[in-house]
Each structure stands twice: as structure tokens, then as C-alpha cells.
């Protein structure tokens, strides 16, 4: 099977439960089978030490992280990497990214 590349936001009073909301989120989207592409693949999940961007900044870091094949993240067994962002509404939250096999 390969891989895709996924990107996907969300809030949370913490990484940890805004991760598991977001795999619990694309899980109820596109299923459990196992090859989804979508970040409901990933167990971990890796926190960046990067400032805060908006949205659209972090998806191009990630990206550039992504083909530059950094291995904290350019791995569809190892862990969702995370980018701190700030919200349209000003409230901080992070983006998800990685490799997912489907």
C-alpha cells in the first residue's frame, strides 16, 4: 500500500486531546479500515518547536518539511507531526500533517 499526505486542523485545552479529536473526527469520516490516507492512521503524534502561524503558513511549513523528507515526520508508521497555528478567531490551536498509508 502507499502513502498520502494529509493535513488537518483542530483546537483543544491540549495537543494531546486536540490530536485524539481530530483522529476520532476523520475515524467517523473515512472509517477504521486501516488505509484511509487520514490522520485516524496515526497512534502519536510529534509537536514541532516552531512559532505560531496562521493556517495557511503551517500547511506550507509542513509541506516543505514533508519534501524535504524530515524524519520526525516523512514516515507512514511513525507519528503525526504538529505545527502550533493561531485561528481566525484568535484562539491558538495546531495543525496535524504527515504520510498515511492507504
Not at 43 to 54: F, I, N, Y
Given at each position: 500500500?502507499?502513502?498520502?499526505?494529509?493535513?488537518?486542523?483542530?483546537?483543544?485545552?491540549?495537543?494531546?486531546?486536540?490530536?485524539n479529536?481530530?483522529?476520532d473526527?476523520?475515524?467517523?469520516?473515512?472509517?477504521?479500515?486501516?488505509?484511509?490516507?487520514?490522520?485516524?492512521?496515526k497512534?502519536?503524534?510529534?509537536?514541532?518547536?516552531?512559532?505560531?502561524?496562521?493556517?495557511?503558513?503551517?500547511?506550507?511549513?509542513?509541506?516543505?518539511?514533508?519534501?524535504?523528507?524530515?524524519?520526525?515526520?516523512?514516515?507512514?508508521?511513525?507519528?503525526?507531526?504538529?505545527?502550533?497555528?493561531?485561528?481566525?478567531?484568535?484562539?491558538?490551536?495546531?495543525?496535524?500533517?504527515?504520510?498515511?498509508?492507504?
Amino acid at each position: 500500500m502507499g502513502a498520502l499526505d494529509f493535513y488537518t486542523t483542530a483546537t483543544g485545552t491540549d495537543l494531546q486531546s486536540a490530536f485524539n479529536a481530530a483522529r476520532d473526527h476523520a475515524a467517523w469520516e473515512y472509517g477504521t479500515s486501516g488505509f484511509t490516507g487520514t490522520i485516524a492512521e496515526k497512534d502519536e503524534v510529534t509537536l514541532l518547536d516552531e512559532p505560531k502561524r496562521s493556517e495557511d503558513d503551517a500547511v506550507t511549513r509542513a509541506k516543505e518539511l514533508l519534501n524535504s523528507e524530515d524524519p520526525r515526520v516523512n514516515t507512514k508508521y511513525g507519528p503525526a507531526g504538529a505545527l502550533p497555528i493561531t485561528t481566525d478567531d484568535g484562539a491558538g490551536g495546531w495543525l496535524f500533517f504527515g504520510l498515511a498509508s492507504h
